[in-house]
């Protein structure tokens, strides 16, 4: 049967039957005109921005009573992960919009549940790599249909870690208090999240502390295909999280 997951919870277990055919939409890249002078057509400008989409995924209420038309409600609302039917591999981020009053589900027996989906679709279970120690490279794949935006975290030592991926640099300098920790530190970790983007560093109790101002140089990026890594620097435990991702 068919079903979707919102946050974890089957569309079966609330009750609801999907009745359509549910198809993922996709996300185009908003491009732009520029107008030259002298030529006769407009150049096309990129500009790297993907718009959210909108997905309308059609049920009937299995038991339409107002008991479990209020557990329906109190589980479908705000933002969270959307799995489709079919597609249990990758989740989207989504946030439900707003669905019909419960006096009018109650009478229909039906209840379309709007969505509006960010870009883009991600891995259920991203590829998490570990980064070879020393000056050559590390070969990652980023299996997605766009570049992928990763989170890179390592066990701090001292000084500074410099990370090189396919030629661009990210130079983390280790603060103070991270030093003066010693071993403490040995299991902290420092993440450089390309997503938000930021970089911190996490303890053993999991507080986390900004240091973007210890940093110089280039979030990481993956283009889809064979990436290229490496770092220098006292580190240890280097891995990548891939954050594979699709249009």
Not at 74 to 103: C, F, I, K, T, W
Not at 119 to 125: D, Q
Not at 139 to 168: K, Q, T
């Amino acid at each position: 049967m068919s079903e979707f997951f919102w946050n974890g919870i089957s569309s079966e277990e609330l009750g609801l039957i999907v009745t359509k055919p549910v198809v993922r939409p996709s996300w185009a890249e908003e491009v732009g005109e520029i107008s030259v002078p002298g030529r006769t057509s407009k150049l096309i400008r990129r500009t790297g921005i993907y718009r959210s989409a909108d997905l309308t995924i059609e049920t009937v209420i299995e038991n339409a009573s107002p008991e479990n038309l209020r557990s329906i409600y109190s589980v479908l609302h705000g933002r969270g992960r959307l799995v489709l039917p079919g597609e249990e591999d990758v989740y989207l981020n989504a946030e439900v919009q707003q669905l019909a009053p419960e006096a009018v589900a109650l009478f229909m027996g039906e209840l379309p549940v709007h969505f509006s989906l960010s870009p883009f679709a991600y891995a259920v279970e991203p590829t998490i790599s570990e980064i070879s120690a020393g000056t050559g490279w590390t070969e990652i794949m980023n299996s997605g249909s766009v570049y992928s935006e990763p989170e890179l975290r390592f066990h701090p030592g001292s000084g500074s870690v410099v990370i090189d991926v396919n030629g661009s640099q990210l130079t983390i300098d280790i603060p103070a208090e991270v030093t003066a920790a010693g071993t403490e530190a040995a299991d902290w970790w420092i993440v450089a999240d390309s997503e938000v983007p930021i970089i911190y560093y996490e303890d053993s109790n999991g507080a986390k502390y900004s240091m973007t101002q210890y940093t110089a140089g280039d979030m990481p990026l993956l283009h889809t295909g064979t990436n290229y890594i490496r770092y220098t620097g006292d580190c240890t435990a280097m891995q990548i999280n891939v954050r594979e991702r699709w249009l």
